[in-house]
């Protein structure tokens, strides 16, 4: 599983992070309490963004859909970043198939990329890296 040593400043904010999550906070917000009946705005455009970001640190880690009744494989487990915000690979499929809502600071900050996350440059995921993981 991936743990981060969790950054107190909003140097690298976080989105997603959702306690019902294994790889959640245990002080996050609620997954459950995000979804809504209808897909959020512009949200094929912020799957893509999500899906979009480049890959900080992978996993052989499964990650299984906790809101289906059968738990459903999604995929391995990554993390994300567009140079500034943070996100698990597995964000994208709860936002296009349960319409989870995000932070509206994250929805604007993609709205503000034109919804094309920037490519972040290896010397930028080091320099993250060491921030992130000492």
Do not use: C
């Not at 245990?26 to 970001?53: K, M």
């Not at 995929?75 to 690979?89: I, K, V």
């Amino acid at each position: 599983m991936l743990y981060l040593l969790w950054v107190i400043d909003e140097t690298f904010p976080f989105v997603g992070e959702f306690k019902e999550l294994g790889h959640g906070r245990p002080d996050g917000p609620s997954l459950r309490s995000a979804v809504r009946a209808q897909e959020p705005a512009n949200a094929r455009e912020l799957v893509e963004y999500l899906r979009a970001g480049t890959i900080l640190a992978a996993t052989t880690t499964l990650v299984h859909d906790v809101l289906s009744p059968r738990s459903a494989v999604i995929g391995g487990l990554h993390l994300l970043t567009d140079g500034h915000w943070l996100w698990y690979s597995d964000l994208a499929h709860y936002v296009e198939r349960h319409h989870v809502a995000l932070d509206p600071r994250f929805v604007a900050h993609a709205r503000g990329n034109h919804w094309t996350a920037p490519l972040v440059s290896n010397a930028d995921l080091l320099a993250m890296e060491v921030k992130l993981f000492g």
